[in-house]
C-alpha cells in the first residue's frame, strides 16, 4: 500500500520559467565557455591557438608548491576571514610592494577575488561604477544580484583609461550616495596601465565625489617593468586592494583571493564576512598554509617573477608590433598578458566577409584558422565594434621560464627566444594577418 501511494500523482516539472529571471538570460563566463570549447575542438583533432582564457602559462614557483606538499594534511575549517597568518602575510605583502598600510585584522581571503567581488556587489549599497572595456564578470554579477552599473565608456585614443572628467560626470547629482568604482590595472582586456599623476588624479576625483575604490590589481605584479602602483597610496582611506594567487604566481586553479581593506571599510569587510560564513564557509585550508609562502615573497620568488615579466613583456610587444604593423589599432602592453584588438581600419573587408559584430568576427576566425579570441562585447563595448582581446599565453610557461633562468637578468633574451619558446603565439599572430588580408 505504501508504494502504491507514493505512485499517486505526477512527479514535479521544472522549466526556464522557474528560473530567478536576472539569472536566466545569463550563460556561462565568456572566458571559460571559449576554454570548453577550443579544449573540445583541440580533442577532435583540430588545431587550436588558444588565446581566448587569460591563465598564466607560467607554472606555481617552486618554493610555493613545496609548501602545499607541507601542508597538504591540514584539514581543519579556518576563520571565515582567513588563516590569521595569511592574513599577516597578505598585510606585509601590500605594505612591502605598495607602500599601503594594511592591518592584519583588516584582510579577508576568499576562493578567488570573483567571489570577494560578487559579495562586494551583494551588501554594498550604492552605485557601482566599471569601465568599458572592462573584466567579463563585472557586469553579470551586478545582473545576477539585480543591481544596476555605470559604465564609463572608454576610447582607444584614451588608452581604455578613465579620466577624471569622466568620473565626475558619472557623478552628477548623486554625490549624496556612495558609489564603488572598480578599477583593474594593469588592465584586462587591454594590458594597459596608469600613471602616477593619473592615479593622483583619479584619487582626488574620488575623495571628492564620494567614492570608493576597489583597485583589482591581481596583474599588478606582472608589471612588465616591475613598478606597479596601487592608487591606494594616494587614497588609503578609501581604497580596498583586490590580489590573489591566479595571475602572477600561476595558481588560477587554486581559488585564493584577497581583499584588503582601510580601517574607514572595515565595516564593509564585516559585512562580507558574515555572508561569507553562510556561503563558502572558509577557503580550503593547504591553500591558504601554503600562500603564506607566497605572500611572503623572498629572493627565489622575485627571480621567478623577474623572468615571467621579461618573457611576457617581449612576446607581447612582438605581438602588438606585428598586428600594429597590419594596421590593427593596439597599443603596446604594459602589464599582464592581454592586447585589446580594434580592427575599424579593416571595416570594408570584414563586411565583405558578412561580418557585422564582434561575435561574429570572432566566431569566423575560429572557424576559419583555428585562433581563439574573445570578442569585445564580452568586455562591455558595443556589438558592432570590431574589438577583440587576445591572451598571448598558449606556450609552455615551465619550459620558457627555465631557459629565461640561465640568461641573466640583465641581459635582453637573445632573437631566437620567441619562436623557440613560444612559437605557438608567433604562428596564430600569423594565422590572423593572413586572415585579415585575404
Avoid at 62 to 81: C, G, N, S, T
Avoid at 263 to 269: D, I
Avoid at 360 to 369: G, P, Q, R, V
Avoid at 404 to 428: A, M, N
Amino acid at each position: 500500500m505504501l508504494n502504491e501511494s507514493l505512485s499517486i500523482g505526477k512527479s514535479p516539472t521544472l522549466d526556464k520559467a522557474h528560473i530567478n529571471p536576472h539569472v536566466a538570460q545569463l550563460g556561462i563566463s565568456g572566458t571559460l565557455a571559449i576554454n570548453e570549447r577550443c579544449n573540445q575542438l583541440i580533442k577532435d583533432g583540430k588545431t587550436v591557438y588558444k588565446f581566448g582564457l587569460g591563465q598564466s602559462p607560467f607554472p606555481v614557483p617552486v618554493p610555493v608548491v613545496e609548501a602545499l606538499r607541507l601542508f597538504a594534511h591540514e584539514k581543519d575549517y579556518l576563520p571565515v576571514k582567513g588563516l590569521p597568518a595569511l592574513r599577516e602575510a597578505v598585510a606585509f605583502f601590500h605594505r612591502k610592494k605598495d607602500l599601503v598600510d594594511v592591518a592584519p585584522e583588516s584582510v579577508l581571503i576568499g576562493p578567488g577575488s570573483k567571489e570577494l567581488l560578487f559579495l562586494l556587489q551583494l551588501v554594498f549599497n550604492g552605485q557601482i561604477i566599471i569601465t568599458g572595456p572592462s573584466w567579463v564578470s563585472y557586469r553579470p554579477q551586478a545582473r545576477i544580484l539585480n543591481k544596476k552599473i555605470s559604465v564609463l565608456h572608454t576610447s582607444f585614443e584614451d588608452k581604455w583609461k578613465i579620466d577624471p572628467e569622466k568620473l565626475r560626470a558619472v557623478r552628477k547629482g548623486k554625490t549624496h550616495i556612495p558609489a564603488f568604482l572598480i578599477l583593474n590595472y594593469p588592465g584586462n582586456p587591454d594590458g594597459v596601465t596608469y600613471t602616477y599623476d593619473e592615479l593622483q588624479a583619479l584619487a582626488e576625483t574620488a575623495r571628492k565625489t564620494n567614492i570608493f575604490i576597489l583597485s583589482d590589481e591581481i596583474y599588478g605584479q606582472l608589471h612588465h617593468r616591475g613598478q606597479h602602483v596601487s592608487i591606494a597610496r594616494y587614497y588609503p582611506e578609501g581604497t580596498v586592494i583586490s590580489s590573489g594567487l591566479s595571475k602572477w604566481c600561476g595558481a588560477g586553479g587554486w581559488r585564493l583571493g584577497t581583499f584588503s581593506f582601510p580601517r574607514k571599510l572595515q565595516w564593509l569587510a564585516t559585512a562580507m564576512a558574515a555572508v561569507a560564513s553562510e556561503t563558502y564557509t572558509s577557503v580550503s585550508a593547504p591553500i591558504q598554509y601554503a600562500a603564506v609562502r607566497a605572500f611572503e615573497g623572498g629572493i627565489k620568488i622575485e627571480e621567478y617573477l623577474c623572468h615571467a615579466r621579461r618573457i611576457l613583456s617581449k612576446l607581447g610587444t612582438h605581438c602588438a608590433s606585428r598586428l600594429a604593423a597590419a594596421d590593427v589599432r593596439v597599443h603596446m602592453p604594459e602589464g599582464g598578458f592581454y592586447l585589446f584588438l580594434e580592427f575599424s581600419n579593416h571595416v570594408h573587408r570584414l563586411r565583405q566577409k558578412g561580418l557585422t559584430t564582434s561575435a561574429l568576427l570572432c566566431e569566423k576566425l575560429l572557424e576559419d584558422t583555428g585562433v581563439a579570441l574573445l570578442p569585445g562585447q564580452a568586455f562591455n563595448r558595443p556589438d558592432e565594434e570590431f574589438s577583440a582581446r587576445m591572451a598571448y599565453v598558449d606556450f609552455d610557461g615551465a619550459r620558457a621560464l627555465a631557459a629565461s633562468e640561465i640568461i641573466p637578468l640583465d641581459e635582453h633574451l637573445p632573437d631566437d627566444f620567441l619562436p623557440t619558446y613560444c612559437g605557438k603565439v608567433l604562428e596564430g599572430v600569423e594565422h590572423l594577418l593572413r586572415w585579415l588580408q585575404e
